[in-house]
């Protein structure tokens, strides 16, 4: 039996497309059920439905064999997991953002608003500016247009947000994509099912390129 944790939305939905394609189906998988355990014994397989940012919690602690998590979270969190393979869905980036006219004045500490910390910390860290960080949990672009932050680390997949709301980006971070993890105990003691696992995405991700 493999346990999977898929980040509920739209992520979450084409992984589980990607995985129904080579045999971990699950007959009663239903993503807009309030439901949240799938177990489909014929296929040996379990969807534990998790927020986004639990995915990785749930594989580092044995709960889940496997899960799919955004570069960006794992970045943010470091879990204890191995990274298998880039799905090279969920495309985005983690970017600075701020109002078209902002201007960073070096002598003032920076406000930036954000809901990864440690990102938005050690990016900063690199450049030898200091910050003042405010953890949001969401609606980040509000921040600055509220006067709460100058500038906001955050993820942009369309820039529609940013646009939408007079903001734009001021400097890419990195590039984000979703990620397949394992656990390291699942790893060792599931490592055929993992590996077979791995091997069939492969093969579907390259018959893609
Ligand atoms: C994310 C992100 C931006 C938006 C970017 O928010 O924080 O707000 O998507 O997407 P876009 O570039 O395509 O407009 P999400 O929808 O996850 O909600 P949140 O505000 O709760 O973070």
Request: negative net charge.
């Amino acid at each position: 039996m493999l346990n999977i944790a898929l980040p509920k939305g739209r992520l979450g939905e084409k992984a589980y497309s990607l995985l129904e394609k080579i045999g971990y189906k699950c007959e009663e998988f239903d993503s807009g059920k309030r439901k949240l355990v799938f177990t489909d014994k014929k296929n040996g397989v379990s969807y534990f439905w998790v927020k986004p940012s639990d995915v990785a919690i749930y594989v580092e602690r044995g709960v889940a064999d496997v899960g799919v998590v955004g570069k960006d979270i794992l970045l943010e969190q470091e879990p204890d997991v191995y990274e298998l393979e880039d799905l090279k869905m969920g495309v985005c980036r983690m970017a600075v953002a701020a109002k078209k006219d902002f201007e960073d004045d070096t002598d003032k500490v920076l406000r930036v608003a954000t809901k990864f910390v440690n990102v938005a910390r050690g990016y900063y860290e690199g450049r030898g500016r200091q910050i003042d960080v405010i953890k949001l949990n969401g609606s980040i672009e509000l921040a600055p247009i509220l006067g709460l932050s100058d500038v906001i680390v955050d993820i942009v997949e369309t820039g529609t947000t940013l646009k939408e709301n007079n903001l734009e980006v001021k400097d890419e971070i990195f590039p984000v994509s979703a990620r397949l993890i394992a656990g390291k105990a699942a790893y060792r003691f599931k490592n055929e099912e993992i590996e077979r696992l791995l091997m069939q995405i492969r093969e579907v991700l390259n018959d893609k390129d």
